[in-house]
């Protein structure tokens, strides 16, 4: 039961993850008119933000009590699409790069640690291939949908609903309780 749960609230939550994957270099060149060496900064800072939040990570999460709040940063994956959406020049995707670095960081850690929590050691193999079954079925099919919702509304709101999903997502985990299993 704590691995279904898990499983539910993750679909949704990593399907809302790949669906603007395709989305973002069309609204950064197209939209904002970003250069190649923008949106290469753009990334870099992204990376570096991620690699000091796993290195902070460390820290805060010593202590179990911190633990059970890790869920909060799936909701902090919600402002990658939503800050992107508002950005109106390519300075401002520096915004959405730092949210990004930070609740990215923080949700691959909730993910990783959870999946290990609810799943017992002597089937975890077997969970774990579920769980990437899972992850690339949602890498696969996210952007198809993601293109498509774009092409029905526009990329802008597109982007917003994107956010709105994620939000949904980070949310199911509390609502199911994922996480929270002894």
Not at 5 to 24: E, F, G, K, N
Not at 149 to 163: K, Q
Request: glycine share 8%.
């Amino acid at each position: 039961p704590a691995f279904r749960r898990y499983s539910t609230a993750s679909l949704l939550y990593r399907l809302s993850m790949s669906m603007p994957s395709a989305l973002y270099a069309v609204y950064r060149v197209r939209t904002l008119g970003a250069s190649d060496a923008w949106i290469g900064t753009v990334l870099t800072v992204e990376r570096v933000v991620s690699v000091f939040a796993y290195f902070a990570l460390g820290r805060f999460l010593a202590r179990p009590e911190r633990r059970r709040w890790l869920w909060v940063s799936t909701l902090g994956v919600s402002l990658y699409p939503l800050l992107t959406a508002a950005a109106v020049t390519p300075e401002l995707l520096v915004l959405p790069a730092i949210a990004g670095g930070i609740f990215g960081s923080g949700s691959n850690v909730f993910l990783t640690n959870t999946l290990l929590q609810v799943s017992t050691e002597e089937e975890r193999p077997t969970f774990a291939a579920a769980n990437t079954f899972l992850a690339n079925l949602c890498a696969f099919i996210g952007p198809l949908l993601g293109t498509i919702l774009a092409d029905a509304i526009d990329i802008v709101p597109a982007l917003v609903i994107i956010g709105a999903l994620r939000l949904l997502g980070g949310l199911s985990f509390w609502r199911l309780g994922v996480g929270r299993e002894r």
